[in-house]
C-alpha cells in the first residue's frame, strides 16, 4: 500500500535526447536509463518528466507517444498516476513498462494483486501469443495485473508467462496502446523484446 515513486523520481522534466524524428515523453516512475537510450538510437527526441505530472502538462509537449516507466512499490498505491493516464487514453500511443503495464491495467478498469514470490532476475520465458515465440526476459516485480478483471472486448492478452501463467504483456484492440510486465530494455537473450520499442515507434508512425 505504500507509495514508493515519489522517493525516486526526478524533480523536474529534462531533455534526454534533444532532436528525433518523433517526441516520447517518458514519464518518470523510476525509470531505467537504458529506455531512453533505445528511444534515442530509434530517432525519437525523448523528454522525461517526473510521475507527478498531470495530464495537460504532458499534452502540453505535443509528444507523438508517452513511455510508462517502470518503478518500485504498490501499483495500487499510484491513483494519482492512474487518473492521469485515464485522461491520456486515446490521445497520444502510450507504451508501458513493468510498473507502467500496472498503471495502464488499472487505468483500464483492471486490478492488480501481490504475486506470492514474485518474478525476480533473468531467464524467464514469456510466449507471445502472437508468433508463438518465446522470450527470455528479465523480470523484477512483486505485482500483477489481473487478467480476469480486464474487459475481453476491449483488451487483447499479447504475452503470457509460461512458469506461471501469469499476465505479461496486453493492447487494447481500438486504442494506440500496448504494455508489456517484463523489462525489454534489459537484453537478457541478449535482444529478444526489443522489438517492443520497434512496434511503439511503428505505432507513432501509424497514429
Known amino acids: 500500500g505504500r507509495d514508493l515513486v515519489k522517493e525516486v523520481i526526478c524533480s523536474k522534466p529534462y531533455e534526454w535526447?534533444?532532436?528525433?524524428?518523433?517526441?516520447v515523453v517518458a514519464l518518470d516512475c523510476?525509470?531505467?536509463?537504458?529506455?531512453?537510450?533505445?528511444?534515442?538510437?530509434?530517432?525519437?527526441?525523448?523528454?522525461?518528466?517526473?510521475?507527478?505530472?498531470?495530464?495537460?502538462?504532458?499534452?502540453?509537449?505535443?509528444?507523438d507517444g508517452?513511455?510508462?516507466s517502470n518503478g518500485p512499490g504498490d501499483p495500487a498505491?499510484?491513483?494519482?498516476?492512474?487518473?492521469?493516464?485515464?485522461?491520456?487514453?486515446?490521445?497520444?500511443?502510450?507504451?508501458?513498462?513493468?510498473?507502467?503495464?500496472?498503471?495502464?491495467?488499472?487505468a483500464l478498469g483492471g486490478a492488480t494483486y501481490k504475486l506470492k514470490f514474485g518474478h525476480h532476475g533473468a531467464n524467464h520465458p514469456?510466449?507471445?501469443?502472437?508468433?508463438?515465440?518465446?522470450?527470455?526476459?528479465?523480470q523484477n516485480h512483486g505485482f500483477c495485473v489481473d487478467t480476469a478483471t480486464l474487459s475481453k472486448k476491449?483488451?487483447?492478452?499479447?504475452h503470457v508467462n509460461l512458469n506461471d501463467n501469469a499476465l505479461e504483456g496486453m493492447r487494447h484492440k481500438k486504442l494506440p496502446l500496448f504494455s508489456v510486465?517484463?523489462?525489454?530494455?534489459?537484453?537478457p537473450g541478449?535482444?529478444?523484446?526489443?522489438?517492443?520499442?520497434?512496434?511503439?515507434v511503428e505505432m507513432m508512425k501509424n497514429n
Do not use: W
Not at 485522461?87 to 500496472?102: A, E, N, R, S
Not at 541478449?190 to 511503439?200: E, G, S, T, V
Open 181 to 187: 510486465q517484463f523489462h525489454p530494455e534489459a537484453s
Open 126 to 138: 514469456v510466449k507471445d501469443l502472437k508468433t508463438g515465440k518465446v522470450l527470455i526476459t528479465v
Open 30 to 63: 523510476g525509470i531505467k536509463l537504458n529506455m531512453l537510450r533505445i528511444l534515442a538510437g530509434l530517432n525519437c527526441k525523448v523528454t522525461v518528466m517526473p510521475a507527478t505530472s498531470s495530464a495537460a502538462d504532458i499534452m502540453n509537449l505535443h509528444p
Open 17 to 23: 535526447n534533444a532532436q528525433g524524428k518523433y517526441h
Open 77 to 106: 498505491a499510484l491513483s494519482y498516476i492512474v487518473g492521469n493516464v485515464k485522461q491520456l487514453l486515446g490521445k497520444v500511443p502510450i507504451f508501458g513498462i513493468c510498473l507502467g503495464h500496472q498503471v495502464i491495467g488499472q
Open 66 to 68: 508517452l513511455l510508462l
Open 154 to 158: 476491449d483488451i487483447e492478452i499479447t
Open 190 to 200: 541478449p535482444h529478444d523484446a526489443l522489438y517492443l520499442f520497434d512496434r511503439f
